[in-house]
């Protein structure tokens, strides 16, 4: 079985070949990478039955080389993240290992990817997109202006989100509404995905306002929100995003 390992400390590059050695002396390290750039080239010209990838490297994160190249190759994250903050990646097919690595733990890595028969791609890219979300900082409030004065708003005061005639506004619980300079698609990104759902073109919800939830025509899905959002908002899940919906609501 021939391994790559891409990992930015040297030391801890060679102290995870020589475990892997111990527990699979037939395996053979046919790489030590230590940046994004030096991954892309080598896998654009070599071959490997496994990849060992550490998540920050020394010219940025590791999640750069699959926007660079496509990976067919199966993949174990070595990480410094928090175990609780990653525990849910056990359902994906390709495993991760947190730092200090322990023999254990790469024992069971290994015996994970002898027993899977996956499509790596699929999971490789299922498991990227949640270690971004785990690791991205979303805003916990937001500065707003009325009038002369400035003050601010928690996150977790926000009922919903939404645009109105190039406008974007923040209902907050108390059914205060407040004018932000952020459109909906970067409010989107801002805002906690765990918490907040895009229900269409023009509302962002949080599952804290949602006070009961209405089948509808075309399999959508009409929302009652408390409070109440302007009469020519539709709380109303379109039809793409119903399926998505459901899986959010019901985590």
């Not at 410094?80 to 390709?94: G, L």
């Not at 932000?180 to 306002?209: G, T």
Request: with cysteine; net charge neutral; hydrophobic share 45%.
């Amino acid at each position: 079985m021939r391994i790559a390992i891409v990992e930015d400390e040297r030391l801890s590059a060679e102290h995870l070949a020589a475990l892997i050695k111990e527990i699979e002396p037939e395996a053979e390290i046919v790489a030590m990478l230590d940046s994004v750039a030096a991954t892309v080239a080598w896998l654009r010209k070599n071959e490997a039955d496994l990849l060992f990838l550490d998540i920050q490297l020394t010219d940025g994160q590791s999640f750069a080389i699959f926007e660079q190249i496509k990976i067919e190759v199966p993949v174990i994250f070595t990480t410094a993240y928090d175990a609780y903050a990653i525990r849910a990646f056990k359902v994906n097919s390709v495993d991760y290992l947190l730092k200090p690595i322990r023999k254990a733990e790469l024992r069971a890595g290994l015996e994970k990817f002898h027993r899977l028969h996956f499509p790596a791609q699929k999971n490789l890219q299922q498991l990227i997109q949640a270690l971004q979300r785990s690791s991205q900082e979303y805003k916990k409030k937001f500065l707003v202006q009325c009038g002369e004065k400035l003050y601010y708003i928690e996150t977790s005061a926000i009922a919903f989100a939404y645009t109105l005639e190039k406008s974007s506004f923040l209902t907050t619980f108390d059914r205060a509404v407040h004018t932000v300079d952020f459109s909906l698609d970067q409010l989107q990104e801002m805002l906690d995905p765990d918490v907040f759902f895009r229900i269409n073109r023009k509302l962002i919800v949080s599952y804290k306002a949602i006070k009961s939830m209405t089948a509808f025509s075309r399999s959508r899905i009409k929302l009652d929100l408390q409070p109440v959002p302007p009469k020519t908002i539709d709380a109303l899940v379109s039809v793409e995003r119903t399926h998505r919906f459901k899986e959010w609501i019901d985590k």
